[in-house]
């Protein structure tokens, strides 16, 4: 905990018992939560993806039969996770449709989407609001929020202007033209819907401030400074007051989603990297309230405790997903806690009501940063439990690298010059990142038995190189050229053939692939993992796209050979390292599974998640592969989980790992099932949309029952 929130811990306590006394109705006192519904992104505002359904047990799980398949009209990567409200299912397609099914055959009741201007992006699903009659499904596609009759699937005319609101709206007027969007649902509260939001991570992103809009009305209720004023909280961690305004630093915005205790109307909002990534020269100080965990009232949007996580963060190294909401026992009492599972590999566990943290956390000295102009914090966070649930650089050897690399000298020549401190803060040199950017754990988040204090957390154990170069454009080329380097070259490298392995495409056959409409479209809102730059006047983006489609012709400049333009140095590129073969240089396991005692921080188990299907063939034992989406826990003993690149689903015991069933999917599912029971019925519904990580595309939404 900081020193600031120590000092004030006991006005902490006395706010968030009035908070408890003002908020904790009767509704709420007999029945917060149920988890026999699936009305809220990860099955409630706890986050903790948790079902006490019972039909489907350990010793039938083997019995489940697909029940139905729905087909999307649009195919691509769908990281959601459906509701269901009574018998519908909610849920949104690769091109960002809202589609709403019968929840117990996977009829289409109504889809909304078709005359927007659609775009293969990614969402995590919608959130779903009800006053009387009123109700309501509320989702984005791109900066927009939409309000709809989640019986009809009509825009609701009064929310903002004939149904929606531009997320811009919340946001300082000099924010207005910057890239803005939400791939996670908002969390409700009462009659508010507070929002994530995804931002720009380079130079001028805009500014991260969290949102509550009105659910009724689409007005903005409250916004809390995430790089705080001047006279706010935290200002002071920013060397120059002024960052909240400034051209070049922003983000520190909340992207991951967030999770709500109900009763006491606190919200707990994960906040991720202030921008620009990589290079802290402009934003020096320990940057609050980026990388934190703030404790917030609901209704007001006033900050009631924080900590944070990385400070001055140089790697990325946000936390990837909502916290999740339960209860330990320490010395026979029980203690409301919020976990946050994070790229790094670390859990931190707090008492949500104080902040207090539950297991010792120590600030140790990390390296300095050898960059001009740069200077990294001098420590960093570390908790004493429980330990990483993914492997750390600095424990690798030589040994680690993997027995099934065909290039070893090559690979071992890479691995000794790289430099593998823990928080080695990025240079010129590369260092190891492990792990990766992505993390350890990521957007699918932890499963949690809320009551027992037991976590279920998958991580991806892939190693990338973190390097930066000196940040200067040749001034002598011609405009278009000059615009991909400005923009593009970091991602998809000079020669425009990206990183195909690594998740960025090629791009020299953009002209027999897209028109030049639909590119402008894609560079101007972004597609995927790419934020857009909405920035590129006319003129600068009709000669991006020249040079792009290999039409710009060569001009002679004026010679002024470089521009070095105001960050000092940038990233070089995602890397990942891999052998010759494209497989994890490293040596397995590459995916793992685990089970973790937040009662005593220690692990019941863990074990490899997910199979390496060209290596499996060859007889090779089982490596775990890189996964992305969470799992379902049951009370009665389950966990299931896809995730993988394998594109199974999977049933464990969740006591201690067993695998009881799996399934072949049409398509990998990147994305976190949901549980629900209809007309007497249980079901498990997941989207499997593939095409991350070089997999195929699919477009079906499938449920799971017993016969």
């Known amino acids: 905990m900081s020193l600031k929130a120590t000092k004030h811990l006991s006005l902490i306590i006395i706010a968030a018992i009035c908070l408890i006394s003002c908020h904790l109705d009767n509704s709420t006192k007999t029945d917060i939560y149920r988890y026999t519904t699936w009305t809220s992104y990860l099955g409630g505002p706890d986050r903790n993806h948790f079902s006490t359904l019972s039909q489907i047990t350990l010793d039938n799980v083997v019995q489940l039969k697909m029940a139905w398949s729905y087909s999307a009209p649009d195919s691509g990567q769908m990281q959601m996770n459906p509701i269901v409200v009574d018998t519908i299912l909610y849920g949104v397609t690769a091109a960002l449709r809202a589609v709403a099914l019968n929840a117990g055959t996977g009829k289409e009741i109504w889809r909304f989407g078709d005359s927007l201007q659609l775009t293969n992006s990614t969402s995590r699903g919608v959130a779903y609001w009800a006053k009387d009659d009123d109700k309501r499904i509320l989702f984005t596609q791109g900066s927009n929020l939409f309000a709809l009759n989640a019986i009809t699937g009509t825009p609701i005319s009064s929310f903002g202007e004939n149904g929606k609101i531009d997320l811009h709206s919340g946001l300082p007027t000099s924010a207005r033209d910057k890239f803005v969007v939400s791939n996670t649902p908002g969390t409700i509260y009462r009659d508010l819907i507070v929002m994530p939001i995804r931002l720009s991570e380079g130079s001028g992103a805009a500014p991260g401030d969290i949102m509550a809009f009105n659910v009724i009305t689409g007005q903005l209720e409250w916004a809390f400074h995430t790089i705080p004023y001047p006279g706010e909280p935290g200002n002071d961690t920013w060397e120059d007051p002024d960052s909240y305004k400034s051209d070049t630093v922003g983000a520190a915005n909340n992207w991951a989603g967030m999770a709500l205790d109900e009763a006491t109307g606190i919200l707990y909002v994960p906040t991720g990297s202030a921008a ?39 790697w990325d190294r946000d936390p990837p997903a909502p916290p999740n909401l339960l209860t330990v026992t320490r010395a026979g009492g029980k203690i409301p806690a919020v976990a946050q599972v994070t790229k790094q590999g670390y859990v931190f566990l707090f008492n949500r009501i104080t902040g207090e943290p539950l297991f010792d956390i120590e600030e140790i000295p990390v390296p300095p940063s050898t960059l001009e102009g740069e200077k990294a914090w001098a420590t960093q966070p570390f908790p004493s439990k429980p330990k990483p649930f993914a492997r750390q650089s600095n424990l690798l050897t030589e040994k680690d690298l993997s027995p099934y690399a065909e290039n070893k000298e090559e690979l071992l020549a890479l691995f000794s010059k790289a430099d593998k401190k823990i928080y080695a803060p990025p240079s010129l040199d590369p260092v190891l990142l492990l792990p990766g950017y992505d993390g350890a754990a990521e957007w699918g988040g932890a499963a949690a038995d809320p009551e027992d204090g037991i976590l279920y957390v998958n ?46 495409p090629s791009l020299t056959k953009l002209k027999s692939t897209h028109d030049k409409e639909a590119l402008a479209l894609t ?24 040079f792009l489609f290999g039409e710009e012709i060569p001009q002679i400049v004026a010679e002024n050979k470089t521009k070095t333009i ?46 390496t299907m060209s290596l499996k063939e060859k007889g090779f034992p089982q490596t775990g592969s890189e996964n992305y989406g969470g799992a379902v826990v049951t009370e009665n003993g389950l966990l299931f989980i896809g995730a993988t690149k394998d594109g199974y689903f999977r049933a464990f015991n969740k006591k201690n790992g067993e695998l009881l069933w799996e399934y072949k999917l049409p398509a990998a599912a990147f994305a976190t099932p949901a549980m629900y029971e209809v007309n007497g019925k249980q079901y498990i519904a997941i989207a499997c949309g593939g095409e991350k990580l070089g997999t195929e595309k699919g477009n079906r939404i499938i449920a799971f029952s017993l016969e």
């Open 459 to 504: 991580s991806n154990e892939m190693a990338w190189f973190l390097q930066m170069d000196k940040d200067t454009l040749k001034t002598n080329l011609a405009p278009g050229e000059y615009a991909y380097n400005k923009y593009c070259v970091v991602c998809h490298q000079k020669d425009r053939k990206g990183n195909v392995a690594s998740g960025y």
């Open 276 to 314: 620009p990534d990589f290079y802290g020269g402009d934003r020096k100080g320990s940057n609050l309230y980026a990388n934190s965990l703030l404790a917030l009232d609901a209704q007001t949007g006033k900050l009631l405790w924080h900590y944070q996580f990385t400070h001055h963060d140089l």
């Open 566 to 611: 105001k960050s000092t140095y940038k990233h070089k590129g995602y890397k990942k390292f891999l052998d010759s073969n494209g497989l994890p240089a490293i040596s397995p396991p590459w995916g793992t599974l685990h089970a973790i005692d937040l009662n005593s921080g220690d692990y019941l188990w863990s074990k490899p998640f997910g199979e």
């Open 523 to 546: 560079i101007k809102k972004g597609k995927g993992m790419m934020t857009g730059f909405p920035e590129i006047e006319k003129k600068e983006m009709e000669a991006l796209i020249q």
